[in-house]
Structure formats: C-alpha cells, structure tokens
C-alpha cells in the first residue's frame, strides 16, 4: 500500500509559478513510476507529467511542455511538479498517482493522491 498526500497549491497570479509536492508512504516508492495529473469539474482527469523510476526519464502534455518540470528524490519519497509561466487555463486540482506500468502513458496508476487546488488569475 501506498499513500501519496499533495501540497503546495494555492492562488498565484499568471506568469507566476508554483512548486507541487507529493510525499509517498508506504512500500518501495523508487518502483513506481511517478505522474501528475490535473482536473477542472466538469472535465475528464488530464495528464500532465511523468517520470521514470529512477527519474531519468520524462514526459509532457503538450499543453505544459516547456512551462512544468517532473522531478523526484527517491531518498525523500517525493515527487515534485514545478509550474512555471502559468496561464489561467492551467487552473485546476492537481494529483499525483503512482504506477507499476511501463508504458509511455499509462492509463492504470495502483494509487492515487487527494489532490490540491492551483488557482491561476489573470
């Protein structure tokens, strides 16, 4: 079992920026690969950000490429998102969720943060 608890939202101004963590606990977190994920009521859960095991590897949206870096210490047991350039679009709850899946992106991620809130204003 692993619970990941989130932090570091809040209301920042566009163009600002905003660090996320993710802090696991439970078993082996340097065997999961790590992502981010962000939603807007109303909207399907969307990918943000991944990163491999031992983060060497990452992968972007699209939408926040350029802007977001995934990053991760295994010693802490922590994964991190940091925002920069923020657009009011990128308003939403973010979560990190955890996966034993290889693939590129998976869809199936074993568990799941609460979540926190990123309020970007124009």
């Known amino acids: 079992q692993v619970q990941l608890v989130e932090s570091g939202g809040g209301l920042v101004q566009a163009g600002g920026s905003l660090r996320l963590s993710c802090a696991a606990s439970?078993?082996?977190?340097?065997?999961?690969?790590m992502g981010w994920f962000r939603q807007v009521p109303g909207n399907e859960r969307e990918f943000v950000a991944i990163?491999?095991?031992?983060?060497?590897?990452?992968n972007y949206a699209d939408s926040v490429k350029g802007r977001f870096t995934i990053s991760r210490d295994n010693a802490k047991n922590t994964v991190y998102l940091q925002m920069n350039s923020l657009k009011s679009e990128d308003t939403a709850v973010y979560y990190c969720?955890?996966?034993?899946?290889?693939?590129?992106?998976?869809?199936?991620?074993?568990?799941w943060g609460q979540g926190t809130q990123v309020t970007v204003s124009s």
């Open positions: 990163i491999s095991r031992p983060g060497t590897t990452t």
């Open positions: 439970g078993r082996a977190f340097s065997s999961y690969r």
């Open positions: 969720a955890a996966t034993v899946s290889n693939v590129l992106r998976p869809t199936i991620y074993n568990y």
